[in-house]
Structures are given as C-alpha cells and as structure tokens.
Nanobody, 127 residues
C-alpha cells in the first residue's frame, strides 16, 4: 500500500507558475515510477507527465512540453511538478499516481498502469 498526498495547488494568473508536490509513504519510493494526471471541469482525466523510478527518464503530454517539469527526490519520497507559463486551459484537479516497477528507466503514461492515486490538488489559472 502506498499513500500519496498532493499539495501546492491554488489560484494563479495566466503566465504565472506553481510547483506541485506529491509526498509518498508506504512502499519504498525509489522502486516506483510516478505520474501526474489532471482532470479539467467536464472532461476526462488525462496524462500530464511521468518520471521513471530512477529519475533518468521523463515524458510529457504535448500541451505542457517545455512549460512543465517533473522531478523527484527519492530521499524525501516526493515527486514534483513545476508548472510555468500557466494557461487557463491548465485549470484542473491534478493527481499524482505511483506504479511499482522492476524497470528503473521505464515511464508510464496510461492511467490503468498505475497502482495508487492521491486525492488531488486544484489548480485554477485566471486569464
């Protein structure tokens, strides 16, 4: 069992920045790939970014490429999502998720591949 708690959401103006954090407890964090997903009002949840358990590989949805950066600190059992140049279309509830993996360099971008999810943190970007 892994427990995930997201934080760092809030209200920000378009063009601004936010940094989300996701703290994990339970199973050894270093063996888990991590992902960020988001769900905008009236839409299905979508993949945003992911990072391999080793931290060596990352992947992003095209709409955030170059604006968002995912990172992890295995010593703190925490994964981050730095969000820059925010747009109104980034408004959503952001969820982190974790997947145990024996492949340290693999990234995962499908929801069904993840084992545990946080409760989400809301990000609102005003235009």
């Amino acid at each position: 069992q892994v427990h995930l708690v997201e934080s760092g959401g809030g209200l920000v103006q378009a063009g601004g920045s936010l940094k989300l954090s996701c703290a994990a407890s339970g199973r050894a964090f270093s063996g888990n790939a991590m992902g960020w997903f988001r769900q905008a009002p009236g839409k299905e949840r979508e993949f945003v970014a992911c990072i391999s358990s080793s931290g060596s590989n990352t992947d992003y949805v095209d709409s955030v490429q170059g604006r968002f950066a995912i990172s992890r600190d295995n010593a703190k059992n925490t994964v981050y999502l730095q969000m820059n140049s925010l747009k109104s279309e980034d408004t959503a509830v952001y969820y982190c998720a974790t997947k145990y993996t024996i492949y340290p360099s693999r990234t995962y971008y499908r929801e069904v591949e993840y084992d545990f999810w946080g409760q989400g943190t809301r990000v609102t970007v005003s235009s």
